[in-house]
């Protein structure tokens, strides 16, 4: 008994002289396995299930292997462990765009004129929207497009969408689009009507608007949802060098607003090889999830490859299907039940209109839910909203498949009986609860009335279900801020300081849940993002202040201090290697 006591504490004490070799003389290769990284001497927002925190987390090859108090996550030092003090400031994981358009918002500046008004730009009226795009379109070489992209008819003095006539105050020798800030509207001037032999004849494209003067039914300029492809399909693409300077610069912009994964809300093949080759020459340092164009009729890169929701790798994969249902809202094209509360053309029963009959939605849908994939459907509507309900109802009864986490993007109206059909059918919402801030009195006194604006995003109702949802921006159609969105979900405050739907305000903790770990949830990576626990990747932001903690109102203030994707700073950009 006394030889075999001898034996195991022999055991024990080489044990513990090897480990302190190990962390303190022995090569490195003999410490295999010491963490790379220690995060320590600061608050840990974990978001795991329990909502816990701790004070340092410890990584190795990219990976979280340990969280829990300074002093535990010390004694893991090894010799070449690098101790990243954090300085009391607040570490979660990354922050998860689920949807948005990137790299377009780094186009401004690059391929269109900056048409955005305040906050965002400084455009507050149809005379300044026409300066800039003189200015812009000044060197212009002959036969050039003149380009502009995020002008607002509700932030201009005049309260209306530019026409052809403004547009040709430009220029008439040069085609000339500008696109709404929502993405579902353009204008043209004559010459662009012109080279896409759009005249009084032209029908109106199934699924959009050519809008004519009423008086003499020639085509006014400006073209809503399908039509504007009457058009852009003429405009000829970008350069490979402007494509690379607008990632660079969507990438900064991401980047320091603490995003670690963007998922891109609809890519077709070109874009697809486009977003390979960078990734792969490392000119994109966050991870990339692309929703496959599946709208008008195109076919999905990954139906095309055969390729269904999930494929490829931790840095770019294959996400949801997305389809257009509806339009904007603030573009008079949502698709809703009831009127607008102020319809446009003196049509006091205008409802806006979908993007494709509902067969054609349902039997899109069916197709898709019976091959395997995840599906995102645009709807801001309540009836599109109803019709994607209907369509999704109709796949699950035909081709039974659990957990199936199919999407509704927007789902801005969303009715209480519609969010009962998505608990029932296990639908899950990404809202863009940031309209709150952006349109929110536009939605109160101009679109909506105050009664079904106090209900646009409704995140209580949807947690009250238990439903998860995630938020996002739609970037470019605002500038990238999770913190912003987060800020708009806990506050709902409107550009001129009113809150719209109170009753639809959330907690912080849950408005960080849905761009985190239900955020992951949402779109199948819950047990590689979203949450700072063991096995996860090692994606981060560290804030300045601790958005559980400070002013609800001060939120959006928060300075972004790293991003870290991968256990390597990629916000700031330095030229040091050191953490």
């Given amino acids: 008994m006394a030889n075999k006591l001898m034996i195991t504490t022999t055991l024990v004490l080489a044990s513990v002289i090897l480990v302190g070799l190990s962390a303190n003389t022995l090569p490195k290769k003999l410490d295999p396995l010491a963490p790379d990284t220690i995060y320590h001497n600061g608050t840990v927002l974990t978001m795991d299930s329990d909502e816990s925190s701790a004070e340092a987390i410890a990584v190795k090859n990219g990976k979280v292997i340990a969280v829990g108090t300074d002093k535990e996550m010390s004694q893991l030092q090894g010799r070449d462990t690098v101790m990243k003090d954090l300085k009391g400031k607040t570490i979660l994981p990354g922050f998860y765009d689920t949807h948005s358009h ?114 003499t039914g020639e085509p006014n300029g400006i073209l809503e949802e399908h039509a504007t492809d009457l058009v852009s399909k003429i405009i000829p693409p970008i350069t490979q060098e402007q494509n690379e300077s607008a990632t660079i610069h969507a990438v900064e912009q991401y980047a320091s607003a603490g995003v670690t994964t963007s998922i891109i809300a609809g890519v077709d093949k070109s874009a697809m090889r486009n977003l390979q080759n960078l990734i792969e020459r490392n000119v994109i340092p966050i991870r ?86 995840q599906i995102a459907v645009h709807g801001n509507g309540d009836a599109a909203i109803d019709d994607i309900i209907e369509a999704y109802r109709i796949a699950q009864e035909e081709f039974p498949r659990p957990d199936a986490r199919h999407r509704i993007e927007h ?95 959330i907690t912080p903790m849950q408005a960080l849940k849905s761009v985190t770990s239900d955020a992951a949830w949402q779109n199948f990576e819950e047990q590689k993002k979203g949450s700072i626990e063991v096995g996860k990747l090692a994606d981060f932001v560290i804030l300045d202040e601790n958005p559980l903690t400070v002013k609800p109102e001060k939120i959006k203030d928060i300075r972004v201090h790293e991003t870290i994707v991968n256990d390597q700073i990629i916000f700031p950009v330095s030229t040091s290697s050191s953490k």
């Fill in 102 to 215: 990137f790299p377009a918002s780094g186009l401004h500046d690059i391929v269109f004129a900056d048409l955005n008004s305040p906050p965002v730009g400084e455009i507050t009226s149809i005379a300044d929207l026409i300066d800039v795009m003189k200015e812009w379109g000044k060197d212009a070489a002959e036969g050039d497009w003149i380009q502009g992209q995020g002008y607002d008819q509700t932030l201009m003095k005049e309260g209306r969408h530019p026409t052809r006539e403004d547009l040709d105050k430009i220029s008439t020798t040069h085609p000339i689009h500008i696109m709404h800030s929502s993405g579902h509207l353009a204008v043209v001037n004559s010459k662009a009507l012109q080279l896409a032999g759009i005249t009084k004849e032209t029908a109106d494209p199934k699924g959009g608007t050519i809008v004519r003067d009423p008086k």
């Fill in 288 to 373: 990339i999830t692309a929703m496959g164009a599946g709208w008008g009729g195109m076919i999905s890169p990954g139906e095309e490859g055969g390729f269904t929701t999930g494929f490829g790798s931790d840095r770019f994969k294959l996400g949801p299907v997305k389809i257009s249902y509806d339009g904007s809202i603030q573009g008079y094209t949502g698709y809703l039940t009831e009127p607008y509360h102020k319809t446009p053309a003196n049509d006091p029963d205008y409802k806006g209109y979908p993007g494709m009959d509902k067969e054609v939605l349902i039997e899109r849908v069916k197709t898709l839910h019976q091959a395997g994939y």
């Fill in 411 to 505: 789902a801005q109206m969303a009715r209480e009986d519609q969010l009962d059909s998505m608990k029932e059918l296990g639908i899950t919402p990404s809202y863009f609860v940031s309209h709150t801030y952006y349109w929110g009195d536009q939605h109160r006194d101009t679109f909506m009335g105050p009664e079904r604006a106090s209900r646009m995003s409704p995140l209580q109702s949807t947690i009250d279900r238990d439903i998860k949802f995630s938020i996002h921006l739609d970037t470019f159609v605002v500038p990238m801020s999770p913190l912003q969105a987060i800020w708009s979900a806990v506050n709902r405050t409107s550009r001129s300081g009113e809150i719209i739907g109170p009753e639809q305000r």
